[in-house]
């Protein structure tokens, strides 16, 4: 039985109209049309994961063009990007009522991942906002669409 999920980065990706994001009430990140990043570390992940990982959202063709169809990228409309650690996408809810995170890659590792991830996405020259690592954030997203896509690739892919 082939594996639903690595054990890479996962980033749930969402194309957005509009999304910001706040800690403690204050705005710390916000784009408009775009695409919002949810993104879990793993202890596995290598700068081969974040540099594909980075690509993949950058490139992927989920705009629509003048006709309707699916053939832009975030690159090709311009749009920005807001990107937020998630470590909550590693919690692992098949046993008992509380979640366990032992696949989340721990704070200061993800952290340097989450930069590598960030920097990359930066050499786009597109708008690339971020929240603030390891706070506690309120995340507003209004959706376009809605287009919501789950992005993670077995080793060795």
């Known amino acids: 039985m082939k594996k639903i999920f690595s054990n890479l980065m996962r980033v749930i990706l969402q194309r957005v109209k509009e999304s910001r ?11 408009q049309k775009g695409l919002n990043l949810l ?3 793993t202890p596995s992940d290598t700068e081969q994961e974040v540099a594909w990982m980075a690509r993949k959202c950058l490139e992927l063709r989920i705009f629509p063009d003048q006709s309707g169809k699916l053939s832009q990228s975030v690159q090709d409309i311009e749009g920005g990007l807001l990107v937020i650690s998630q470590f909550t996408l590693y919690g ?3 046993k008992g009522r509380r979640p366990s995170f032992d696949k989340a890659a721990p704070g200061a590792v993800a952290e340097q991942i989450y930069e590598q991830f960030v ?7 597109l708008q690339i906002e971020t929240g603030q690592f390891g706070a506690m954030m309120d995340v507003y997203i209004e959706n376009d669409g809605p287009v919501t896509l789950i992005l993670e690739r077995e080793s060795g892919e």
């Open 92 to 94: 692992d809810c098949r």
């Open 21 to 31: 994001v706040e800690v403690t009430g204050q705005i710390v990140g916000k784009i």
């Open 119 to 125: 920097a990359k996405l930066r050499d786009s020259n």
């Open 39 to 41: 993104v879990g570390i």
